[in-house]
């Protein structure tokens, strides 16, 4: 006759724990992430078109202020980097931009840094960025007659300053989503780190269980 088996101390063998079947993360990652991207990019490359229509190109029109004095549009070209460094470096700065875009995309969904909402949506900002200035660094707004230093160039438009002696570079919207999404990818540095080596892994989402654990006092299961 066959007999349940036991463990010496007479409770019930505790089931092997099983691996969850449900995804790394929602599949409105995706959306999350692409549809920032594609958002951002879009809307950037629409406003600068909208802007060097209706303005000119940069030294054509005076500054059109929004805030007298301190905040409005004026057109620009920055054939560099961050505050004009690396002038003439525009093929640089694009494969950078590619090298960098392929790698949000591998963290996010390959190594599934996705399974959190708030890296999700800065690394959406930040693609979207890239996608807008990288347009203009591969020249595609640049058209024969204009200087040839401006082909690998960025249209900047937006132009804030304290006063005439405290300017800040002109930008545009692809900066200010690169910058919104180093900002919150500081802001999860400091005030979110991951956990400590040895505890939740970050496989699981937000209310999600694991598997109950067998407590101390369980009663032994009848043999």
Request: glycine share 12%; aromatic share 14%; proline share 8%.
């Amino acid at each position: 006759m066959n007999s349940a088996k036991v463990n010496p101390s007479g409770h019930a063998p505790t089931p092997a724990p099983t691996a969850s079947q449900g995804p790394a993360f929602p599949a409105s990652r995706y959306a999350l992430f692409f549809g920032l991207a594609i958002a951002g990019g879009a809307l950037d490359l629409w406003s600068k078109e909208a802007i060097f229509r209706w303005r000119g190109l940069p030294g054509t029109q005076d500054v059109h202020w929004i805030i007298e004095g301190y905040f409005g549009i004026e057109t620009a070209v920055n054939i560099g980097a961050v505050f004009g460094l690396g002038a003439g470096q525009g093929l640089v700065f694009a494969a950078i931009s590619v090298f960098a875009a392929a790698a949000i995309i591998a963290w996010l969904f390959f190594f599934k840094a996705a399974r959190s909402c708030w890296l999700t949506f800065a690394l959406g900002c930040i693609t979207g960025g890239i996608i807008g200035n990288l347009y203009d660094r591969l020249g595609f707004w640049w058209k024969p007659g204009l200087p040839d230093q401006w082909q690998s160039g960025v249209r900047d438009w937006i132009l804030w300053q304290a006063s005439d002696q405290w300017k800040w570079p002109n930008f545009n919207i692809a900066d200010s989503l690169l910058v919104t999404g180093a900002i919150m990818l500081l802001v999860q540095s400091f005030f979110f780190p991951p956990p400590p080596h040895g505890e939740a892994d970050g496989n699981e989402l937000p209310g999600r269980r694991a598997p109950d654990e067998p407590t101390e006092g369980t009663k032994p299961a009848a043999s």
